[in-house]
């Protein structure tokens, strides 16, 4: 086979054989495929896109490309994967409740891709983590705390590794196939007993409008579960930021309100709709509703937090972090308040560009190579159905240098929609797929 033969079918709208796929992931990993022949065979599925059992195909050898983990734990193995959105830090809780709860927690995470921010990109905001185990470092914290989230060594899932760097920079994120066979292809070499999916929907997720999400949701749990994977998954709104804050810094300072009973909302609600139905699929609660009291409870109690002290102390991170968050996050040296310019209702959010915002104050990537600054963002953004008077903040920029402020200030002001009357607000939590 060759790439140019493939890529040939591709651009005239032939399905590629499970045999041709199965060629392309080999080739992504032993870097047989050059950047721009990725980036061709990223495009073309992006246009033409997959059938089913394309996609399957591709899922399992993106898989099958690199090493598969096997546990001999005495409880189960589970995890979570969010199809991304924009403030979007419910990893950061819900693994180390989870592990409160009794299950380990193998979170093999991901960087920012698009508009929306990266698992480890946030971590890595905390000084000293290191987000980059091997395989016996990650069976260790794995085995001592209960959860560790790491990135996907060159072991693990080499093919996605190529693919997902190559997505971010030819704006071929937002393909069905390619999110469903990057997300599980890893997920599925983490030797998984049981996973949950967070499928967002609305104005900061890739999937704009339900019927999109569904059908997102659907392909994920029909291939994981044809994989072997027990996999259910939640549709979950992103028609504004999850938390009021965006940027990596700024994003674990949300968590870490949460963990310690400063504030829930949202953040909490989500953690515990997606553990509980991981913890009842475990057989570990008698049904998600139960399930979700458990992950509530640990959150409460402080378990949760003392276990996400415990995976921070483990990768490097500062022993006392969880008591002295506030000490160790890096702080941007230009804040601005964005004030409205008229008095209203708050009844659109544009999440989409308020992430876009963030990684041009370089809290993201515009190319791979691109270094982020973990201290920029956005902070203290004003929610769905708020009503804002003249003069009061929108939200609060913080930027490395006046200019890029200038740019993030209009960019929240051209987000966010003032108008007569408040909204009607969208469910959190839509629907569930099994």
Not at 213 to 232: F, I, K
Not at 386 to 412: C, S
């Amino acid at each position: 086979m060759s790439a140019r033969d493939i890529l040939a079918k591709l651009r005239h709208d032939q399905a590629l054989s499970v045999d041709e796929l199965t060629w392309v992931a080999g080739a992504l990993a032993d870097q047989t495929l050059s950047d721009a022949q990725a980036g061709a065979f990223a495009m073309g599925v992006c246009r033409n896109g997959l059938d089913q059992a394309g996609r399957v195909a591709l899922t399992r050898a993106m898989c099958a490309s690199g090493q598969m983990l096997q546990w001999d734990l005495d409880k189960p193995v589970l995890d979570k994967h969010s199809t991304g959105g924009v403030g979007d830090c419910v990893s950061l809780v819900l693994a180390p409740a989870l592990a409160a709860c009794g299950v380990y927690v193998p979170m093999i995470s991901g960087r920012g891709l698009g508009h929306t921010g990266g698992t480890l990109d946030k971590l890595e905001a905390i000084p000293g983590v290191n987000v980059m185990l091997d395989e016996a470092r990650l069976r260790d914290v794995v085995g001592q705390v209960g959860c560790a989230i790491v990135g996907a060594t060159g072991d693990i899932a080499p093919a996605d590794k190529r693919l997902y760097a190559v997505r971010d920079v030819t704006s071929t994120v937002d393909s069905l196939d390619l999110i469903t066979a990057s997300i599980l292809s890893k997920k599925l070499a983490a030797g998984l007993d049981g996973l949950v999916l967070d499928v967002k929907v609305g104005s900061g997720a890739f999937m704009k409008d339900i019927a999109a999400a569904r059908e997102l949701a659907q392909a994920l749990v029909g291939t994981a579960n044809a994989a072997g994977c027990p996999t259910r998954a939640i549709i979950t709104d992103m028609s504004q930021p999850l938390v009021p804050s965006l940027g990596n810094a700024l994003e674990v300072a949300e968590v870490m309100k949460v963990l310690h009973g400063i504030e829930a909302g949202p953040m909490v609600e989500i953690c515990g709709a997606l553990g509980g139905v991981l913890l009842a699929q475990a057989g570990l609660a008698k049904d998600a509703d139960a399930g979700a009291a458990q992950i509530v409870a640990a959150i409460a109690d402080g378990r949760a937090a003392e276990r996400f002290g415990a995976m921070i102390a483990a990768v490097g991170g500062p022993v006392q972090f969880v008591e002295n968050w506030r000490r160790f996050l890096p702080e941007a040296t230009v804040m601005r308040e964005v004030t409205a310019q008229t008095s209203g209702y708050v009844q659109a959010i544009d999440a989409e560009a308020l992430g876009l915002a963030v990684v041009a104050l370089g809290g993201g990537r515009m190319v791979e190579s691109d270094p982020v600054d973990p201290a920029v963002g956005l902070s203290d953004v004003v929610r769905l159905g708020v009503k804002v008077e003249k003069g009061q903040p929108l939200a609060v920029v913080h930027a490395a240098r006046p200019a890029q402020a200038d740019q993030a200030e209009a960019a929240v002001r051209g987000a966010i929609s003032l108008g007569r009357g408040a909204p009607n607000l969208p469910d959190l939590i839509a629907e569930q797929v099994t």
